[in-house]
């Protein structure tokens, strides 16, 4: 259960395909989801400045 709390001990364990398609696509969604707040933040700044 401790291996789940040390993602980097994870990492170096050989993945199946499968499991490393789902690290990726896991990956890509934390990068939409940084994406979608900066871009929140920057209209929050416009709309704001345009009062």
Known sequence: MKENQ???????IPKSGA???I???IEELEKLKQQREE??????????TGK
């Not at 040390?6 to 170096?12: L, M, R, Y």
């Not at 871009?39 to 704001?48: A, K």
């Open 23 to 25: 690290q990726k696509s």
């Open 6 to 12: 040390k993602p980097t001990n994870a990492e170096k």
């Open 39 to 48: 871009i929140l933040q920057r209209v929050r700044q416009v709309s704001n």
């Open 19 to 21: 499991f490393s398609d």
